[in-house]
């Protein structure tokens, strides 16, 4: 699936069918609004291809395009807290929690659809954050956790683990763990962290 604009410089949506290996133009009645830098993930329960932020200008909402209905729907809660606005996030959707989580520039976030909100939970530990992050986060279905790999402002390329679970609160607390247990509720560890070359003068 892909945003983009057509030679019109209006929003075009296309869907990719890998099995006749070709692009098919959408034209659903309503379209999302054109951003660069957005994070992309795909939510299998609903069908939904996510996209969050984005720059140029700058998003801080959360677009769903739904296949089977063949339109975009806004997300984004109309109040509270939420996101700040621009591209360099990652995304992904956990499917056991049934909730979105994002990571990027202001730090780690939870979209639960139940409360169609956005909480920021805390850990004991954390991945740096920063404008430079541009982190890409995958959901391990079999582990139920998160993995997030970024370059931070040394040019390193980390990759952290995070678990998340609900409290009976519904709000979201951290802690560390050298392997992340079922019982946990939300560890975010390292894992493994390597050197990259510097940046091109």
């Given at each position: 699936m892909s945003l983009g604009r057509d030679p019109n410089?209006?929003?075009?949506?296309w869907i990719y069918d890998p099995l006749r290996n070709v692009f098919e133009l959408r034209r659903p009645k309503r379209v999302a609004p054109w951003h660069g830098e957005i994070a992309a993930a795909y939510d299998g329960k609903r069908r939904y291809v996510l996209f969050f932020g984005g720059e140029y200008p700058k998003s801080?909402?959360?677009?769903?395009?739904?296949?089977?209905?063949?339109?975009?729907?806004?997300?984004?809660?109309?109040?509270?807290?939420r996101p700040t606005a621009g591209g360099g996030y990652g995304i992904s959707y956990d499917s056991a929690n049934d909730v979105v989580i994002i990571f990027g520039p202001s730090g780690l976030w939870i979209?639960?659809?139940?409360?169609?909100?956005?909480?920021?939970?805390?850990?004991?530990?954390?991945?740096?954050?920063?404008?430079?992050?541009?982190?890409?986060?995958?959901?391990?279905v079999k582990r139920n956790v998160t993995f997030l790999a970024y370059g931070s402002s040394a040019y390193l390329v980390e990759v952290w683990a995070y678990r998340y679970k609900k409290s009976?609160?519904?709000k979201a607390t951290g802690g560390a763990v050298t392997d992340p247990k079922p019982e946990s509720v939300i560890p975010?560890?390292?894992?493994a962290t390597?050197?990259?070359p510097p940046a091109p003068p």
């Amino acid at each position: 699936m892909s945003l983009g604009r057509d030679p019109n410089y209006s929003i075009s949506t296309w869907i990719y069918d890998p099995l006749r290996n070709v692009f098919e133009l959408r034209r659903p009645k309503r379209v999302a609004p054109w951003h660069g830098e957005i994070a992309a993930a795909y939510d299998g329960k609903r069908r939904y291809v996510l996209f969050f932020g984005g720059e140029y200008p700058k998003s801080d909402k959360l677009w769903a395009y739904s296949v089977d209905q063949d339109t975009w729907v806004d997300l984004s809660p109309p109040t509270g807290v939420r996101p700040t606005a621009g591209g360099g996030y990652g995304i992904s959707y956990d499917s056991a929690n049934d909730v979105v989580i994002i990571f990027g520039p202001s730090g780690l976030w939870i979209y639960d659809y139940a409360s169609k909100s956005w909480t920021q939970p805390t850990t004991t530990v954390s991945p740096q954050t920063g404008r430079s992050v541009h982190g890409k986060l995958k959901y391990d279905v079999k582990r139920n956790v998160t993995f997030l790999a970024y370059g931070s402002s040394a040019y390193l390329v980390e990759v952290w683990a995070y678990r998340y679970k609900k409290s009976p609160h519904t709000k979201a607390t951290g802690g560390a763990v050298t392997d992340p247990k079922p019982e946990s509720v939300i560890p975010a560890v390292p894992t493994a962290t390597s050197r990259m070359p510097p940046a091109p003068p």
